[in-house]
């Protein structure tokens, strides 16, 4: 093999703030049926504040686990920062994710590596479909199969549901795309999948493999603020939007608006959201597409 340890999996888990919830991430990772694992938990938090003093105390049973590893940050400032940090310590051939308030189902590893290692190395990683699960535990929705290979035209028009706790991806592929771009508050995990699945295919094992907490919407952006953080993440895949057709680049830019529309208008903001929504009348794929994602999230709420 190369450089990483043969068939060993590094899961990265950032985490911060939030350690209510991180004690089920960590024991579903260690549960995994797949045994050739380390767990990189990286403290996204000021390391002398409160929630630093209480991350440690939640995971000090871990300790003795030779899996378990905790990375304390000199000092907090992203997301995207955390993960690098743990990506460039990982020994593993393969690298996946987890956030700290989601979970995995025990058979999540072992299902995706038994796949990678059989498909060719155009093949840079494999994902799942997932479940929604509200603050109660109860299922409020789940994703379908969307389409195997270079989908990054349909990660940037924001069809295929990838969540990066999905991902299991070969860390020689990772290293040559790129990291997450440090400069991006939001979208990272976009800004990861577009370059990521441009250069190598992604493959979906066709079962539901991880669980997506939806509960905690206090971090989620407004309106104003997600126009900036889209601005921000077209930015950071510039390079890749110079080799799309312009029909392409416009209908991206079309569905992101959008779905700022779509925020605007859920916080009350008419006005606004109306504006933005009209964005996809400017690119025929942008309405196709927008009509059609609407159609199907409509339908999805009446079956509840």
């Not at 990772?174 to 370059?195: K, P, S, T």
């Not at 209908?251 to 992101?256: D, E, S, V």
Request: aromatic content about 12%; overall charge positive; glycine content about 6%.
């Amino acid at each position: 093999m190369g450089k990483y340890e043969t068939g060993l999996v590094s899961i990265v888990m950032p985490t911060y703030k939030r350690s209510e919830k991180l004690t089920r991430a960590i024991d579903s990772v260690l549960a995994q049926t797949y045994k050739s694992i380390e767990l990189l938990l990286v403290n996204d938090n000021e390391p002398d504040d409160e929630f630093t003093v209480d991350l440690k105390q939640r995971v000090a049973k871990y300790q003795g686990d030779p899996r378990f590893n905790l990375i304390i940050q000199k000092k907090h400032i992203n997301g995207a920062v955390a993960r690098n940090v743990a990506i460039k310590q990982a020994k593993g051939e393969y690298i996946a994710f987890l956030d700290d308030d989601d979970w995995w189902e025990k058979e999540k590893i072992e299902r995706q590596v038994t796949m990678l290692q059989k498909l060719p190395p155009e093949w840079g990683g494999v994902s799942c479909k997932y479940r929604f699960f509200d603050l109660d535990g109860k299922v409020i929705g789940a994703t379908k199969k969307y389409r195997d290979g270079y989908i990054y035209k349909d990660v940037l028009f924001l069809l295929s549901d990838v969540a990066t706790g999905t991902l299991c991806l070969r860390h020689e592929a990772l290293d040559e795309v790129g990291y997450f771009d440090e400069n991006l508050l939001r979208h990272q995990d976009l800004q990861l999948l577009v370059n990521f699945t441009f250069k190598y295919k992604l493959k979906e094992v066709d079962e539901y493999l991880h669980c997506c907490d939806v509960s905690d919407t206090q971090n989620r952006p407004d309106g104003e603020k997600l126009i900036q953080h889209k601005k921000r993440f077209f930015k950071s895949i510039n390079p890749i939007l110079n080799q799309m057709s312009k029909s392409d680049v416009k209908c991206a830019y079309a569905l992101h608006k959008y779905e700022v529309g779509y925020v605007f208008l859920k916080s009350g903001e008419r006005k606004k959201g109306f504006r933005y929504c009209l964005a996809i009348f400017s690119s025929p794929k942008a309405f196709y597409y927008g009509c059609k994602k609407t159609v199907t999230k409509i339908a999805s709420v009446l079956k509840r």
